[in-house]
């Protein structure tokens, strides 16, 4: 298996800002791999936030649209979730998730079932 660890959750007042990182273990690389950002909060399903493909195309959950940003780092080996304008429905448990190695992650998708790799998960939690 190969680990995906998250960083960088905490805390944040309503309109501010947070960026979440989620780091690729191993012995390959990000640009092999479509990716994706879910979230559960308390009492809810867990849903996903955003998703990126190897060619770096991007698919966002309508609830965060103009708000998130995913990103890839491939030097760094690296998935990046940057969230603006934050409000308290974004609070929830945040998760990495990956699909691959593949040569090349054209399609990515926004189902949970997609993705068999996950991270531990890390908390964000925004007041108002």
């Known amino acids: 298996q190969v680990p995906l660890v998250e960083s960088g959750g905490g805390s944040a007042q309503s309109g501010g800002s947070l960026r979440l990182s989620c780091t690729l273990f191993?012995?390959?690389?990000?640009?092999?791999?479509?990716m994706a950002w879910f979230r559960q909060a308390p009492g809810k399903e867990r849903e996903v936030v955003a998703a990126i493909s190897s060619g770096d195309t991007t698919k966002y959950a309508d609830s965060v649209k103009g708000r998130f940003t995913i990103s890839k780092d491939k030097l760094a080996n690296m998935l990046y979730l940057q969230m603006d304008s934050l409000n308290s429905e974004d609070t929830a448990i945040y998760y990495c998730?990956?699909?691959?190695?593949?040569?090349?992650?054209?399609?990515?998708?926004?189902?949970?079932?997609?993705?068999?790799?996950w991270g531990q998960g890390i908390q964000v939690t925004v007041s108002s």
């Open positions: 191993g012995n390959t690389n990000v640009r092999n791999y479509c």
């Open positions: 998730a990956a699909e691959g190695p593949y040569e090349n992650c054209y399609e990515t998708s926004l189902l949970e079932s997609a993705y068999p790799l």
